[in-house]
């Protein structure tokens, strides 16, 4: 029972290999995938050829030095040389083509899974996952609408993926596949060498004379189906463990990157001890994984290696006694000894390579249920539908828009609303109602959400917390459009206008941005790239909530005025009353009369649509 168990593991183990590998070789590289492997494939065959020729070379070396025969010992050094230098030619190209293969197919793999990764929002999709159910063991496939069912957990840091495991695994497929393959064509062809060679061990029992023909294959046989077994009982506990430590490393260096993007929040809160806790478990965490680690490795690598080093004995021991009885020369004592070695260490090959094997699997079931994720997360969900004619509307419109929290918590269900031209509206509703989910819902990138949007094609975005890719600052005002798309000129006056003049000569000055500025200049920079761009429409989500009050009214001024020229409107979220006149209507989140959501489905809040009056 247990053996069916494991068989079907690993035909699942495979089936993971060959879900993840055949793409590539099917890809557009295809030609030049599978012609780099035939070639690696020709070149192991061709070392597994010329150790038979050095194998046949030691017998007649060998027995040139027992007969004393100068001229054939000489002759046989000559014919070494361009032997060994043939093989040297072969293992260097091997070497060469080798890598190429793992390089080409590491960069398509990785170019794949990266833009699957960024297709459709689904990183978005899969970070939000992290919090729509609680922690489970291990990772889990993601449910149909792209995220996890309840009690599942979603792949943890993707960029360990993409970046240490993607490596990984094509580097360990290739090494291993290859390995094999070798082990294989070794085998095949020594064990008919080493089959003559060793003749028939005769033994009496009970009466009757018995001979075992091929005795020197069968003793190879038995000797690595022992070292084979006792290999996989001790190393197994390894396979776990790699995954464990990959986990925990991840997610040891996510957290020192977390400290490196909030430092100055975590110096102004003197939150260094409390950092330094948190790294800490953390840290004892990878060294507490890594410390079974290499105790389990200990013990593997010490039975192989007392399991190699007795190799080197064991087929002298058998043939000695042929050789002092004068059955066999030196020559072919050597020749058995090579061979018994070739397929001894052909039929190792599992004993040899198990920390390999075990890693290779670590890495393959960690990209495998990534891989997973992704095929569910680039799948839309059953979420907000767009209308159809959306570039050709004058308005924002949504008809029957439900929202719900991660949890499956009903937020706002069955919204109707509208923002016309020139009719700048305003979100408002408590702290945490869900004024900022809102805009999500009608941008379309919230998964829990369903209804119908219209959304003009002109349409700007200024999230709470705007990213600024590091580099240049032209490239960061012109994000995500490249920045050879402006003019320095249209760059320059954008900064202005959003009250950035210091920065208006620094356009080529590279730095990472959202650590040099601070929460006013980013807020700022985030407006300057909406002038730069002029779009018709803009949501605005506390797009000035660092400002001052001068400084707010001015921008909105701006704001205002591009998105009536170009025929568009703002839809602003802002708690600060001093945004209120910019406006001429208002979306209210309002809680209804049973917000702790005693009926079953009951909404937490509704939206109320009204004129505001205005401001004097």
Not at 221 to 245: A, D, K, M, W
Not at 455 to 469: D, E, N
Not at 478 to 498: E, M, N, T
Request: charged share 15%.
């Amino acid at each position: 029972m247990r053996l069916a168990a494991r068989l079907a593991q690993f035909q699942r183990f495979m089936r993971q290999v060959a879900h993840l590998s055949l793409p590539y070789f099917r890809s557009d590289e295809r030609w030049k995938a599978r012609g780099l492997l035939l070639a690696i494939v020709l070149l192991n065959l061709g070392s597994v050829y010329m150790l038979v020729l050095l194998n046949e070379w030691n017998r007649v070396f060998y027995d040139a030095l027992q007969n004393k025969d100068a001229a054939v010992f000489w002759a046989q050094l000559g014919r070494f040389t361009y032997l060994a230098m043939i093989f040297v030619a072969i293992a260097i190209y091997r070497f060469y083509l080798t890598q190429l293969l793992q390089l080409r197919w590491r960069a398509w793999m990785t170019r794949h899974l990266m833009g699957r990764w960024l297709q459709g929002h689904a990183f978005y999709r899969m970070e939000l996952g992290r919090y729509a159910a609680p922690s489970a063991p291990g990772d889990a496939a993601i449910s149909p609408n792209g995220l996890p069912a309840p009690g599942q957990r979603v792949p943890d840091n993707p960029d360990q993926r993409l970046q240490e495991d993607v490596n990984l695994f094509t580097t360990q497929t290739i090494d291993l596949s290859m390995g094999f393959l070798n082990a294989v064509v070794t085998l095949v062809s020594f064990v008919g060498i080493l089959w003559s060679l060793s003749g028939g061990f005769s033994f009496a029992l009970g009466g009757h004379q018995f001979t075992i023909p091929g005795f020197m294959v069968w003793m190879a046989v038995l000797y690595c189906v022992v070292g084979s077994v006792l290999t996989h009982y001790i190393g197994r506990p390894l396979i776990g463990l790699n995954f464990e430590q990959q986990r925990r490393e991840a997610d040891y260096r996510h957290h020192l990157m977390r400290v490196r993007e909030y430092s100055e929040a975590i110096a102004l809160d003197k939150g260094e001890q409390a950092e330094y806790r948190s790294l800490d478990l953390r840290f004892s965490a990878v060294l507490a994984n890594y410390l079974k680690l290499i105790r389990k490795q200990k013990q593997l690598v010490g039975f192989t290696n007392v399991f190699g080093q007795a190799a080197v004995v064991f087929p002298m021991l058998l043939a000695a006694p042929r050789f002092f009885s004068g059955a066999i020369q030196l020559g072919e004592l050597m020749q058995i000894s090579s061979a018994f070695d070739r397929v001894q260490g052909a039929l190792s090959w599992f004993v040899d390579r198990y920390d390999s094997l075990a890693s290779w699997r670590a890495s393959t079931e960690r990209l495998t249920s990534f891989e997973a994720a992704l095929s569910k997360s680039n799948v839309p969900p059953a979420q907000v539908q767009p209308a159809p004619a959306a570039t050709n509307i004058a308005a924002i419109q949504a008809d029957d828009l439900s929202l719900q929290l991660p949890d499956g918590t009903p937020l706002v269900q069955h919204a109707q609303l509208h923002a016309a031209a020139g009719q700048h509206t305003l979100v408002q509703g408590p702290s945490g109602s869900g004024k900022s989910t809102l805009l999500r819902g009608l941008t379309g990138i919230w998964p829990w959400a369903t209804g119908r949007v219209a959304l003009p094609a002109s349409t700007a975005v200024i999230p709470q917390r705007p990213y600024f890719p590091d580099g240049s600052l032209r490239d960061a005002l012109a994000y995500p459009a490249p920045a050879g798309d402006y003019s320095d000129a249209a760059l320059r006056h954008a900064l202005q206008q959003a009250l950035l003049p210091e920065l208006a000569s620094r356009l080529d000055d590279r730095d990472n941005w959202t650590q040099k500025l601070s929460g006013g200049e980013l807020q700022r920079l985030a407006i300057a790239r909406v002038l730069l761009k002029q779009p018709a429409w803009v949501l605005a989500d506390e797009a000035t909530s660092a400002l001052d009050v001068a400084a707010e009214q001015l921008l909105y001024q701006r704001l205002q005025a591009m998105t009536e020229q170009a025929g568009g409107a703002l839809v602003s979220v802002a708690h600060r009353p001093t945004v209120t006149g910019f406006h001429q209507r208002v979306w209210r989140l309002v809680p209804e009369d049973d917000p702790t959501g005693a009926v079953s489905g009951a909404a937490r809040y509704r939206v109320e649509s009204e004129a505001l009056a205005p401001q004097p």
